[in-house]
C-alpha cells in the first residue's frame, strides 16, 4: 500500500458539471490516459440546465475532436452543424457598412514583405478594393459557399480554415457517448457538499444530496458560472473586467431557420450591444449582449425579438455574466474549465476554444497527488496569459467602432490595458504586429479588424518606396480575379452539407 504521506500517482479524477465543458474534459482525458489505470467519473444533474448557447466555434475544434478520431462529417451529422468560414460584423463601423474577419491569411506576401503593406501602398494610390477580396476564406462566406481546403494549396492564396456551427446540446451529447464508450462513469446528482482536507485544504471528496461520498485524487471544476468547488469551496477569487467590456448579460433564443444558411457568423451591432446569429441545420440560434449600465433588459429583448430572422421557436432565456476570470484556474488539486474558470464574452466565439486549451495544458501538466506548485504556477500563467491577450482582441472590437450611441461612444474612449495600447501604437505607426505569448488569434485576425475598421498605419514599409503603381494594380487585380474564380467553382453552402452528410 502507499504511504499516504507522500506523493502517489493520481488514480481517481472526478469532474464536477457536464454540459460542453464537462463531456469535453471527459472525452479527452479519458482518451489520452486510456492506457493508465486511472478512474474518470463524472457528476451531473439532469434537472439543472446547461447554458447551452455556444454554438459558434474557431477551427481548433476541429483539431480536438480529429485527435479523438472523429472525422469533421460524422460530428456535423451528430450535432446538426453547419461551417463557419469566419464572422461578418454588421454596422459596428457605421450603419450599413460590413466585413468579414475569416479564419486564414490575406494575399501574397511577395519579397519578404507582408502583403497587406502591399495592399496599404495600392489603397495609397487610389485602389479601393477592401482587404477581405484578398481572402479566400473570407470570399467564400462572402458568397455563401463552402469547401475543404486544399490539403496542399499551390499558393498562400488557396489558404484558409474552417470551423462549426452547431447545437452544443448535441456536441455535449456526442462528447458523452464517446467519454462513456471509454469506460468514463457518469453519476445523475447534485452536489450537497464539498469536503476538504484538514491537513491542506485540498479538496477530498465531494457529498452528494442523497448522502453520497465520491472520493477523488483530482476534480475538475465544470460547473458553469457558479464555479462550485473553484470559486465556492476554495475560495479563488475573481478579477472583474468589466471595466473593459461593458457587455454583462444575454438574451439566447432559436428560431425557426430561413432560407439557405450562410457560412458564417453574423453579429450586428445594435444600441447597446451586439446581436448574434447563429445558422444550423434544422433552426437558427440567436442572441442579444447587451449592457446593463445602457439599456435595460426589457429594451435588449425587444431589440432581438424585433430583428430575429424567423419565428422564435423557444422561450428568451436569460444570462447574467461578470466579464473576467478567476485569480487561478488551478488551486490546490482541482482546475476549473469553462464557464467555471472565467467567461469574457460569445464575441469571437471564443469559450470552447479556452475549454480546448485548458484541456492540452492539464493533459501535457498532468500532476501526481502532490500537484506540484510548479506545474500549478505554469498551468495558472499560461491561462491567464490566454484569457488577458483573448480579452486584449475583444477590446479592440469596441475601441474601433464608429457609432455615435452612448454605449458605443463610452467603449470607443475607455482606457484600455497597455497591451492593446501597444500593439495599436505599433500598429498605427508602421503597419506592424506585436505577438505576445498565448496569442489564440494571429496577426492575420488583428489585421482583418484594423482594417475592417478603417484603422490604417500612418505609414508603410519603406521597402516599397518606389513601387511601379501601374504593376501593384495589376498584380493586386489579378490575385483579385483568382480568388473569385476560386469561389465560384466550389459548392454553395447548402450543397457542401449535402456533400458532408453524404460522406458521414
Not at 143 to 165: C, Y
Not at 167 to 192: K, N
Not at 319 to 343: E, Y
Request: overall charge negative.
Amino acid at each position: 500500500m502507499a504511504n499516504p504521506g507522500l506523493p502517489h500517482p493520481i488514480r481517481n479524477v472526478v469532474i464536477v458539471g457536464g454540459g460542453t465543458a464537462g463531456w469535453m474534459a471527459a472525452a479527452a482525458l479519458a482518451h489520452h490516459f486510456r492506457n493508465a489505470p486511472i478512474r474518470f467519473t463524472l457528476i451531473e444533474s439532469s434537472e439543472i440546465g446547461t447554458v447551452g448557447v455556444g454554438e459558434a466555434t474557431i477551427p481548433t475544434i476541429r483539431r480536438f475532436y480529429a485527435a479523438l478520431g472523429m472525422s469533421d462529417a460524422d460530428v456535423m451529422k451528430a450535432c446538426s452543424a453547419t461551417a463557419k468560414l469566419g464572422i461578418r460584423f454588421n454596422d459596428w463601423l457605421r450603419p450599413g457598412h460590413s466585413f468579414v474577419h475569416p479564419f486564414g491569411r490575406f494575399g501574397q506576401d511577395l519579397n519578404g514583405v507582408e502583403f497587406h503593406q502591399y495592399w496599404l501602398a495600392a489603397r495609397a494610390a487610389g485602389d479601393t478594393a477592401p482587404l477581405g477580396d484578398y481572402s479566400l476564406g473570407a470570399m467564400l462566406a462572402q458568397e455563401g459557399h463552402a469547401t475543404l481546403p486544399a490539403p496542399n494549396p499551390p499558393s498562400q492564396l488557396s489558404i484558409f480554415d474552417w470551423a462549426l456551427h452547431f447545437d452544443a446540446a448535441l456536441f455535449a451529447q456526442h462528447m458523452r457517448r464517446f467519454a462513456e464508450g471509454l469506460g468514463v462513469t457518469r453519476i445523475d446528482a447534485r452536489i450537497g457538499d464539498v469536503a476538504l482536507r484538514g491537513e491542506d485544504g485540498f479538496i477530498d471528496a465531494v457529498i452528494l444530496d442523497d448522502g453520497r461520498r465520491i472520493d477523488g485524487d483530482f476534480f475538475i471544476d465544470c460547473s458553469g458560472f457558479r464555479s462550485l468547488l473553484l470559486g465556492e469551496a476554495l475560495g479563488v477569487g475573481y478579477q472583474d473586467w468589466s471595466h473593459w467590456l461593458f457587455c454583462d448579460g444575454a438574451w439566447a433564443v432559436q428560431s425557426e431557420r430561413v432560407g439557405d444558411p450562410p457560412s458564417c457568423t453574423a453579429v450586428t451591432a445594435r444600441t447597446a450591444g451586439w446581436q448574434w446569429r447563429i445558422p444550423l441545420r434544422h433552426r437558427e440560434g440567436n442572441g442579444i449582449v447587451f449592457s446593463s449600465r445602457f439599456q435595460s433588459e426589457r429594451e435588449a429583448l425587444d431589440e432581438l425579438l424585433a430583428n430575429l430572422p424567423g419565428s422564435p421557436t423557444t422561450e428568451p432565456r436569460r444570462l447574467r455574466f461578470t466579464p473576467g476570470r478567476r485569480d487561478a484556474a488551478w488551486s490546490k488539486n482541482c482546475v476549473a474549465l469553462g464557464l467555471a474558470s472565467g467567461f469574457l464574452e460569445p464575441l469571437e466565439s471564443t469559450s470552447i476554444a479556452l475549454i480546448e486549451t485548458g484541456i492540452e495544458r492539464l493533459k501535457q501538466l498532468f500532476p501526481d497527488s502532490s500537484c506540484n506548485t510548479a506545474l500549478l504556477d505554469e498551468y495558472n500563467e499560461q491561462t491567464a496569459e490566454e484569457m488577458e491577450r483573448v480579452r486584449d482582441f475583444l477590446i479592440l472590437h469596441y475601441a474601433l467602432n464608429g457609432r455615435s450611441e452612448p454605449f458605443w461612444k463610452a467603449c470607443g474612449s475607455l482606457d484600455m490595458p497597455f497591451s492593446v495600447n501597444k500593439k495599436l501604437k505599433l500598429w498605427r505607426t508602421r503597419g506592424a504586429f506585436l505577438r505576445y505569448r498565448w496569442e489564440m488569434f494571429s496577426p492575420a485576425s488583428w489585421l482583418a479588424i484594423y482594417a475592417g475598421f478603417d484603422c490604417l498605419p500612418a505609414s508603410i514599409d519603406p521597402a516599397l518606396t518606389g513601387t511601379n503603381t501601374a504593376q501593384l494594380t495589376r498584380s493586386l487585380h489579378a490575385m483579385r480575379q483568382s480568388i473569385r474564380a476560386a469561389v465560384t467553382d466550389t459548392p454553395t453552402h447548402a450543397e457542401f452539407l449535402e456533400i458532408m452528410e453524404a460522406t458521414a
